[in-house]
């Protein structure tokens, strides 16, 4: 998979572009976003519903991230019939959040950040 948040926002599973009508939801964007700016491309739930509704009661904030989990999986999967969710690019379990937990992820934002550094430590610009 290969998330694209530099100049626009935009992701990649295998070589099947999820285009943008597949989100359907911003917040589902937004979902998987925050996964691939976080450690580990993981975030504990209530994290996530900490910053994507935080005018919203727990409960309600609760439904809401499970809406955009399944619009976002959706998306990420491709909708392919026999999916399973240990198969899905994004999982929850044990209220952790994870983006390609068993999958290769690149994402534009590390790549730049590991170009950025090796051309400090070399003095290479």
Same mark, same amino acid.
């Given at each position: 998979?290969? %998330? @694209?948040?530099?100049?626009g ?6 070589? @099947?572009?999820?285009?943008?009508r ?10 998987v976003?925050?996964? +691939?700016l976080?450690?580990? #491309? ?13 005018? &919203?009661e727990?409960? +309600?904030?609760?439904?809401?991230? =499970? =809406?955009?989990? #399944? %619009?976002?999986?959706? *998306?990420?999967?491709?909708q392919? +019939?026999g ?5 899905? *690019?994004?999982?929850? +379990?044990?209220? %952790? ?6 999958g290769?992820?690149? &994402?534009?934002?590390e ?6 550094a ?7 610009p």
């Amino acid at each position: 998979m290969r %998330i @694209r948040l530099l100049g626009g926002f935009s992701a990649e599973v295998g070589k @099947r572009v999820v285009l943008d009508r597949d989100w359907r939801l911003q917040k589902a964007r937004g979902v998987v976003k925050l996964l +691939a700016l976080a450690p580990q #491309h993981r975030l504990g739930r209530e994290e996530v519903m900490d910053r994507l509704w935080p005018e &919203v009661e727990p409960e +309600a904030a609760l439904n809401n991230l =499970y =809406y955009a989990l #399944h %619009i976002a999986r959706g *998306a990420l999967d491709g909708q392919a +019939a026999g999916k399973t969710r240990r198969q899905s *690019a994004l999982q929850l +379990a044990g209220g %952790i959040l994870a983006l390609a937990p068993g999958g290769s992820l690149t &994402v534009d934002v590390e790549v730049f950040q590991a170009a950025a550094a090796s051309a400090c430590e070399t003095k290479d610009p």
